[in-house]
């Protein structure tokens, strides 16, 4: 199994409920290198399709494992303009547009990002 730490959206208390957990998070946008989404996407390819999330890295101390997810498709590139405006809700709903997302990454909207869609999040 590989990893991926939890969502980028904030995580605490005040929330009513985490994206992830309650299954509204099914996509994450990530600043990947090539050779981590490479071996991202040869797993997914070669069938290995379950996967950890976690609080944090793994090997942060105090990190979590949270549960599992199944990916449905490879990692692909994805300019930040060109994200559907419905993926600001599977993103975890915190963000009102794509433009409000754009900034809260700091990133220009033609920034390339790897995409990482999964469903069937089981919590452990």
């Known amino acids: 199994m590989g990893s991926l730490p939890c969502s980028q959206a904030p995580c605490s208390p005040a929330y009513k409920s985490d ?7 099914t996509v994450s ?3 990947w290198s090539e050779k981590n989404a490479l071996r991202w996407a040869n797993a997914f390819n070669s069938g290995l399709k379950w996967h950890k999330a976690w609080s944090h890295l793994p090997f942060v101390k105090g990190a979590r494992c949270l549960g599992t ?3 449905i498709c490879a990692p692909y590139q994805e300019k930040l303009a060109d994200m559907p405006e419905t993926d600001v809700v599977l993103e975890g709903g915190f963000w009102k547009s794509r433009q409000e997302f754009i900034d809260m990454l700091g990133c ?3 920034t390339l990002v790897w995409v990482v869609r999964w469903e069937n999040f089981q919590r452990i």
């Open 29 to 31: 946008r990530r600043l």
């Open 69 to 71: 997810f199944e990916l």
């Open 19 to 25: 994206p992830l957990l309650d299954g509204t998070k």
């Open 108 to 110: 220009s909207p033609q």
